[in-house]
């Protein structure tokens, strides 16, 4: 994803903010992972970068969740909030904003807001008619509905009729310039086949949408008629502008555009669409506020082919994963077994084979015996070598040198599993070469120049998959690079990475001739 603005050096990236009906699953620890892996990317490529996550706690699911357990509202909030923050910690995630749609901020940023749609003429009482879920929180078309009109995504659920009056948002009359938008900016909508279906859904032609409700306590009072409450959908999108706004700064959209804005990257599920990619544009339009760089819509995590959800309870408890296998192992199967885009079921035996095999045997084994080698062969040390002295033809110096290049563009476009795979190629050949090369049989021949070619070149390929991994399996990369000796820790968030230095990481042949190496240790366990 790149920044419009090329010399801009600050990158800004979202999670949607959750619903808290209830803890967070593992869906919704997967457009975290995505994110916080994005974001770790862009900050050691030396971009300042500002990764925002959240929780959306207004709307009638909320009230009915808090009313059905016994709890005030606000409590419950407070109670699953704290099980997100700290599932996000057990992820390793490092968000620099944590959004609440109930902060007290938050409010004076939706009234502003509410205020400059509503003197574009924008805003407007109607009646209201519609089925409507409560778990969606959006009305539904009646074509769209399954069978004794459930809801198409919360199968189990179904659909309320409504029939009041609402003020509605005047979508329609941003056809138009939606349109053109679209043409202006086509990266805006990702990946390609989510972005035709926008384009269809508006070629349909727009309705104007309802964004307040009178039978919900628990929102925001419309400031220009307080018998109505501000739709959850409303108030949450706007929850991404209050966040930009530094704790200390008085809570004015200005003050809150000033410094991130716009957002480079939304990232999203792809039931969320409509709302990020029509909805949410137009709202900026008709307040004159510029549209954020890109809104990417992933997959969905299946169980039996069916979305894997709060509402539907289908799901994959996050909590057990992480410690039953730990966060760089939940990160990496997810990332890399599943093509961001696509939807992709789990199974625990995949899971475990997966792991075993990148992780353990192909990565960490050849490590671990190739730093054995080092310490029989060059008394624990670097050889005295170095990447320039091996032709370019060398056939892991050749992978490794377009790798970093070839990598960098699949973290750019979001394609983690095709990165996960390039870096998975060179450490095959790393295998394969060793086994063809035989660094034993080498030694006892004395052959110490074409050893320490081998060993520099299978730790040096080592070195680079380590690097390139990082923002995925941060703790596999730590370990890694502290046994070729060096002292990084890719969770230093407060580390200041530059671009100078993240061209001379991916390029093949950073490693020092001689740099004392660490002891050779299992980097990951065999599942
Ligand atoms: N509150 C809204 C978002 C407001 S953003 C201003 C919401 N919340 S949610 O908790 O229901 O879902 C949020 C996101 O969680 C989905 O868009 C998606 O990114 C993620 N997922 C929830 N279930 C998922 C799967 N089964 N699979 C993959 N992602 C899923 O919608």
């Not at 948002?169 to 909508?189: A, G």
């Not at 994963?321 to 990496?332: N, Q, T």
């Not at 671009?499 to 299992?522: A, D, H, M, R, T």
């Amino acid at each position: 994803m790149k920044s419009k603005d090329p010399a801009k050096n600050t990158f800004a990236i979202t999670t949607p903010l959750y619903y808290v009906n209830d803890l967070p699953h593992i869906g919704s620890g997967y457009t975290t992972i995505a994110a916080d892996t994005v974001a770790r990317f862009q900050r050691l490529r030396g971009k300042s970068v500002l990764m925002i996550t959240g929780t959306d706690e207004h709307g009638q699911k909320i009230q009915r969740t808090a009313q059905s357990k016994g709890r005030s509202p606000q409590s419950h909030c407070d109670l699953v909030v704290s099980g997100f923050e700290s599932l996000w910690q057990q992820l390793n995630i490092q968000y620099d904003r944590f959004s609440r749609t109930t902060a007290s901020n938050h409010e004076l940023i939706v009234k502003e807001f509410f205020q400059r749609v509503w003197d574009q003429g924008d805003i407007y009482l109607n009646q209201q008619q519609g089925w409507y879920c409560v778990s969606c929180e959006e009305f539904k078309e009646e074509r769209e509905l399954l069978e004794d009109k459930h809801c198409p995504i919360h199968t189990n659920q179904k659909v309320e009729w409504r029939d009041e009056q609402n003020y509605f948002f005047r979508l329609s009359k941003y056809q138009v310039q939606l349109e053109t938008f679209y043409q202006e900016r086509p990266e805006f909508i990702q990946p390609e086949s989510r972005r035709n279906e926008v384009l269809s859904f508006v070629k349909q032609g727009l309705q104007d949408f309802s964004i307040s409700r009178i039978n919900v306590d628990w929102g925001f009072p419309l400031p220009i008629d307080p018998s109505h409450t501000i739709y959850v959908w409303f108030d949450a999108l706007l929850a991404y502008v209050t966040a930009l706004l530094d704790p200390d700064s008085e809570p004015t959209l200005e003050n809150a555009l000033s410094k991130w804005w716009p957002i480079n990257l939304h990232l999203i599920g792809k039931d969320i669409l409509r709302f990020h990619a029509i909805y949410w544009p137009a709202m900026l339009m008709s307040a004159g506020i510029t549209i954020p760089g890109c809104v990417f819509g992933h997959g969905f995590l299946t169980k039996d082919g069916k979305k894997m959800g709060k509402s539907l309870g289908n799901t994959l408890d996050p909590f057990e994963l992480v410690k039953k296998y730990g966060s760089d192992a939940v990160r990496y199967y997810f990332l890399k077994e599943i093509e961001f885009g696509q939807d992709g079921d789990f199974s625990e035996t995949r899971f475990i084979n997966v792991l075993n095999s990148d992780l353990a045997n192909d990565l960490g084994n050849l490590l671990n015996r190739t730093l054995k080698m080092a310490h029989k062969y060059f008394k624990g040390q670097i050889p005295d070598i170095n990447g320039e002295d091996i032709a370019v033809t060398h056939p892991l110096k050749t992978i490794g040198t377009s790798l970093g290049e070839q990598v960098t563009q699949a973290y750019e476009s979001l394609a983690f599993s095709q990165g996960c795979e390039a870096i998975l190629a060179l450490v095959r050949s790393c295998n394969k070469y060793i086994d063809e090369t035989a660094p034993w049989g080498l030694y006892k021949q004395g052959e110490l120049e074409a050893l320490a070619q081998v060993l520099y070149s299978v730790l040096e390929s080592v070195r680079l998959a380590a690097y390139l991994l990082s923002p995925i399996t941060p703790n596999i990369s730590n370990a890694i690079y502290e046994q070729l000796g060096f002292s990084n820790d890719f969770n230093d968030k407060s580390l200041i990475n530059s671009s100078e230095n993240f061209v001379k990481q991916i390029s093949w042949g950073y490693l020092s001739k001689n740099q004392i190496l660490g002891q050779p240790q299992p980097v990951f366990q065999r599942l």
